[in-house]
């Protein structure tokens, strides 16, 4: 018996996606997510055609290392497509990955949108999921897939806040009865913070840093607040000093990047401040009583959670798999699709 209830989950193609600027993960419905890769790709360009070499993992070792006839990029940027092509080879990439028995056929692919995104946008990530070989393509909007992934009970006749930290976006949500009340998306998160690290090092040290090691100072010993004893802990980094040319190492401080990143982070705060303030007050005391939910990579940045509570007066908590929210959400709209079918968007 147990193999015959297995059987549907073996056959079923469709698949949830989840197209982030910094990752893009699949989710199969009946399977869970399956795939967790980079969203980059790495091509070769000869006599003016475009061949794919590396894409995920592989592409994203290349990125700041290769050479004039090879080209790491990153096909998403704040959370759209930035290269149509680029980015329907890697989606055909993952699909294929994910997919070994082509004869099956072709699956029904539910993507998230940022809810900032254009018309024009939302119809470049449709057209390329069905050029990859969907056979139906639906929208699903960020903020919605982030609350049900962290098991919000967006259906419910109350106010519930979400705040998706990915890469490019940040997305503020207020929810209420399975839709957006109130939603806003600042095109700030993981790449802009990489970015004011680089800056900074720049700035302060004649340092010159690559997304990499911004990359992974963020992860290490990123905060969001300055250190209570002013310091913090320190990591050593190399890059080229700018004064003489020269590759060199030096140390980091924690409070040196909390000075660095104070910019976003701002920026994060302020957008959950006008949220709060264009909220209805009836929904605004649902979101005192329950407080708001971090979900996103950039929502483990250390410390964020008590920079917003700081800023709001708010209970200000961080969903269990946060990294993985979306996909699960935009996973779940996929297995429950008769009771979520008003927010997924199949033609537009």
Do not use: W
């Not at 989950?9 to 399977?31: C, E, H, P, W």
């Not at 976006?169 to 913070?193: C, K, N, P, Q």
């Not at 004649?206 to 607040?225: D, H, M, Q, Y």
């Not at 000093?241 to 030096?250: A, F, H, I, S």
């Amino acid at each position: 018996m147990a193999l015959f209830d297995k059987m549907p989950g073996l056959f079923s193609s469709d698949m949830a996606i989840d197209l982030g600027t910094a990752n893009t993960l699949v989710y199969i419905k009946g399977r869970g997510i399956v795939l967790s890769e980079p969203s980059v790709v790495a091509y070769h360009i000869k006599d003016g055609v475009k061949k794919v070499l590396a894409v995920g993992e592989d592409a994203k070792l290349m990125l700041g290392r290769t050479p004039g006839s090879i080209e790491a990029i990153r096909p998403m940027r704040d959370g759209v497509i930035a290269d149509f092509d680029v980015a329907e080879e890697m989606i055909k990439h993952f699909i294929r990955k994910v997919h070994k028995r082509s004869t099956f056929s072709k699956p029904k692919i539910i993507v998230c949108v940022p809810h900032g995104a254009t018309p024009v946008e939302k119809r470049a990530i449709r057209q390329s999921v069905l050029s990859a070989g969907a056979r139906r393509a639906g929208l699903i909007a960020e903020p919605i897939a982030a609350a049900i992934g962290a098991g919000m009970p967006i259906t419910d006749p109350t106010g519930n806040m979400v705040v998706d930290i990915g890469g490019g976006t940040t997305e503020v949500a207020v929810l209420s009865l399975g839709d957006i009340v109130y939603a806003r998306s600042v095109r700030v998160g993981g790449d802009r913070m990489d970015e004011a690290i680089i800056n900074y090092l720049r700035r302060q040290q004649n340092l010159l840093v690559g997304e990499a090691t911004a990359e992974r100072i963020k992860t290490s010993i990123g905060t969001a607040r300055m250190p209570d004893d002013g310091r913090g802990a320190s990591m050593q980094i190399r890059g080229r000093d700018l004064l003489n040319g020269v590759p060199k190492e030096t140390e980091i401080s924690q409070a040196q990047v909390a000075e660095a990143l104070a910019e976003p982070v701002q920026q994060i705060c302020e957008a959950v401040m006008t949220a709060l303030e264009a909220t209805p007050p009836d929904l605004a005391a649902d979101i005192v009583d329950r407080g708001v939910m971090l979900t996103g990579g950039g929502a483990l940045l250390g410390e964020l959670d008590l920079a917003l509570r700081e800023q709001t007066g708010l209970a200000v908590s961080i969903a269990d798999e946060s990294l993985n929210c979306v996909a699960l959400g935009t996973g779940k709209a996929l297995e429950y699709e008769k009771q979520l079918r008003h927010a997924i968007d199949y033609d537009s």
